[in-house]
Nanobody, 123 residues
Framework: QVQLLESGGGSVQAGGSLRLACTASTYRRCMGWFRQAPGKEREGVATIDGDEQARFADSVKDRFAVSRDHAKNTLYLQMNSLTPEDTAMYYC????????????????????WGQGTQVTVSS
């Protein structure tokens, strides 16, 4: 099991930016960000595979960027042009599986999760 620690959440006005970070206790091939707003199901935001292949949800692909620092076992999510619809708890997930599994569209997950970091966007 890997421990994951997220940071970087906060409150921002619409149009603003935030950068989330997730540090893992050990390497995992697939790392990603998922979010859950109150009263809504969890949804995938972005994932990045060990070979740096990144995938995004359609709702964020023109605004968010995902990256990772292999040396630090750290995952990042740069969020730009934030809207109130981006308000949610953001969770980091790390998994041994990659390839087609490493996608925010894949709802069933088998990896380890962080505790989450809250992002609140006001209009």
């Amino acid at each position: 099991q890997v421990q994951l620690l997220e940071s970087g959440g906060g409150s921002v006005q619409a149009g603003g930016s935030l950068r989330l970070a997730c540090t893992a206790s050990t390497y995992r091939r697939c790392m990603g960000w998922f979010r859950q707003a109150p009263g809504k199901e969890r949804e995938g935001v972005a994932t990045i595979d060990g070979d740096e292949q990144a995938r995004f949800a359609d709702s964020v692909k023109d605004r968010f960027a995902v990256s990772r620092d292999h040396a630090k076992n750290t995952l990042y999510l740069q969020m730009n042009s934030l809207t109130p619809e981006d308000t949610a708890m953001y969770y980091c997930e790390a998994d041994i599986w990659g390839g087609t599994y490493c996608s925010p569209a894949r709802a069933t997950r088998f990896g380890d999760w962080g505790q989450g970091t809250q992002v609140t966007v006001s209009s």
